[in-house]
């Protein structure tokens, strides 16, 4: 008797009907034993007219041929290849995962690094710097936007920067130039309240000044030159000569006239003014250069006065360099509508804190009894009635500069030409 709810039977037995003929998919199946899982086959044998002689023709089915696989190779196997896959699998993913981190590093966080990095350094003031990111994507444009934001602001700092440099220097010159104005005005209100009081001054003691120095010249000359008093006599005239000389000074500087101003060659000028010092003893170890531009429009000035102005910066120069000898430069320009002329010596040289009071009355650096103080004082009341200036530049030990600067317009402000002027 055949047990139709075994396992080969029941694909066929199931559910109390019997089927003759089974789709290819049911034929086979996997179940499960002690031993382990097991893979059958079942293949129907048929009732065919070569088997009529010993079954009956109503029997279609003759049996089942029932053959079962062992799966615990392939299970193995399965698990191996499983495996395999598994560890492929996550070593694909940390690989593609650092590749991924790699390309991400690469392409976004160090652009990204460098764009954070240049802003703070455009924060701190340095917008020397460009970020250098050549992509066609947004961190390209966005390296771009940042680069022209660089250019903008740094253009804007730099027009900023010469408008500041501008400013103070315009602020410097004003200053410079108001600081001039303020100093020139003290300078001629002191000048003018001691020209006033060495008028006063000069008048009455000249009178009686004169009378000593004749007298005593009258009784010099009446001294025989072993007379006990005749030294005595000698220093009298001499000290009083020099008082003489001090007063005339005075009135010198009272008295500064108003220019007689005329049609002159600054060059002609010069060269009057050495031809009555250079044979001079003073000037006969000096060497000096003259370094004239021809073609100096002529000015329109005083002769007498801005020859007593070159007279004084020469024996100043020369009383510089005594003794030792030196070079005496005396050079002549033309810029800005003004005629330079200056005078370089390779004297003694003025210390910084002599410079602002060169100009005021009474004061010298010579040694006393060889300088009233008055020369650069009436020199620089000339100039400044003629308009112009007195610049001074001097180094102890390597010399000074004096330089005038003269106007060379006309009082209706046409330019003069040279060969114009007057020979004196």
Not at 65 to 85: C, P, V
Not at 246 to 268: S, T
Not at 302 to 323: C, E, R, S, T, W
Request: include cysteine; charged fraction near 25%.
């Amino acid at each position: 008797m055949v047990d139709k709810q075994a396992e080969a039977c029941y694909v066929c037995h199931r559910e109390g009907e019997t089927k003759v003929l089974l789709p290819s998919d049911s034929k086979t199946r996997i179940y499960h034993t002690e031993k382990g899982s097991l893979l059958g086959l079942i293949n129907p044998i048929y009732n065919e007219s070569s088997c009529y002689p010993c079954h009956p023709k109503t029997t279609n089915v003759l049996g089942v041929l029932d053959t079962t696989i062992s799966l615990e190779d392939f299970e193995k196997e399965k698990t191996q290849i499983y495996n395999r896959m598994m560890i492929s699998g996550v070593v694909s993913v940390v690989v593609l995962g650092l590749l991924l981190i790699l390309l991400l590093t690469r392409v976004v966080n160090r652009p990204i690094d460098r764009l954070l990095a240049a802003t703070k350094e455009a924060a701190h003031g340095n917008l020397d710097q460009m970020v250098g990111i050549q992509s066609h994507d947004e961190l390209g444009e966005l390296s771009n936007s940042f680069n022209n934001m660089i250019s903008e602001l740094k253009r804007s700092r730099d027009a900023i920067e010469g408008w500041t440099q501008t400013l103070e220097h315009r602020v410097q010159e004003r200053t410079q130039e108001l600081q001039r104005v303020q100093d020139q005005l003290i300078r001629a209100g002191k000048m003018a309240a001691l020209g006033e009081l060495a008028a006063g001054v000069a008048h009455e003691i000249n009178n009686p000044l004169t009378g000593v120095l004749t007298f005593s010249s009258l009784m010099l000359k009446k001294a025989d030159e072993n007379h006990p008093w005749r030294k005595d006599l000698e220093n009298i005239v001499q000290q009083t000569t020099r008082c003489r000389n001090i007063v005339r000074g005075l009135l010198d500087f009272a008295r500064q006239r108003k220019p007689d101003k005329r049609e002159w060659d600054i060059n002609i000028l010069i060269d009057n003014t050495l031809t009555l010092v250079e044979k001079q003893a003073p000037f006969q170890n000096i060497k000096i250069d003259k370094q004239f531009k021809t073609g100096i429009p002529v000015l329109f000035v005083d002769g007498d006065q801005i020859q007593q102005v070159f007279m004084n910066l020469l024996l100043n120069a020369a009383d510089a360099m005594a003794g030792k000898g030196g070079n005496l430069t005396i050079k002549t320009d033309s810029k800005d509508g003004l005629a330079e002329v200056s005078f370089t010596d390779t004297g003694c040289g003025i210390s910084k804190e002599h410079l602002s009071k060169l100009f005021d009355p009474f004061f010298t650096t010579k040694e006393t009894g060889k300088g009233t103080g008055l020369g650069l004082a009436i020199s620089y009341g000339i100039v400044q009635g003629h308009g112009g200036d007195i610049e001074v530049e001097s180094e102890v030990g390597r010399g000074s500069t004096f330089r005038i600067k003269l106007p060379i317009e006309k009082p209706n402000g046409e330019m003069r030409r040279p060969g114009e002027a007057e020979k004196g």
